[in-house]
């Protein structure tokens, strides 16, 4: 299993950006794919991206298709998740997740941070 610590997540204007980061401990950090969720008051977690552990492949929710980038860099076991054009329905609290493969299953997920709580005002 790996250990998973988000921050980066703060108050921003609409259409700002922010980039939030997920540090990860363990040595197997490279063998698990990646994913980002967020859940917003009276709402169920929903997947937001995903990344493979080679970085190659990486997957989008239609909401922030064009708008957030997830990437990894695995020799600094860190998943990032820049977030560009931000609306005020991006509120949520973030979280970063592991899995032994790409998909948006939260379920398939079996370690997560803390999360980070994004707000955007408009």
């Known amino acids: 299993q790996v250990q998973l610590v988000e921050s980066g997540g703060g108050l921003v204007q609409a259409g700002g950006s922010l980039r939030l980061s997920c540090a990860a401990s363990?040595?197997?950090?490279?063998?698990?794919?990646m994913g980002w969720f967020r859940q917003a008051p009276g709402k169920e977690r929903e997947f937001v991206a995903a990344i493979s552990w080679s970085g190659v492949t990486t997957d989008y929710a239609d909401s922030v298709k064009g708008r957030f980038t997830i990437s990894r860099d695995n020799a600094k076991n860190t998943v990032y998740l820049q977030m560009s054009s931000l609306k005020p329905e991006d509120t949520a609290v973030y979280y970063c997740?592991?899995?032994?493969?790409?998909?948006?299953?939260?379920?398939?997920?079996?370690?997560w941070g803390q999360g980070t709580q994004v707000t955007v005002s408009s």
């Open positions: 997740a592991a899995a032994l493969s790409i998909n948006r299953d939260s379920s398939s997920f079996g370690s």
């Open positions: 363990g040595r197997t950090f490279r063998h698990y794919a």
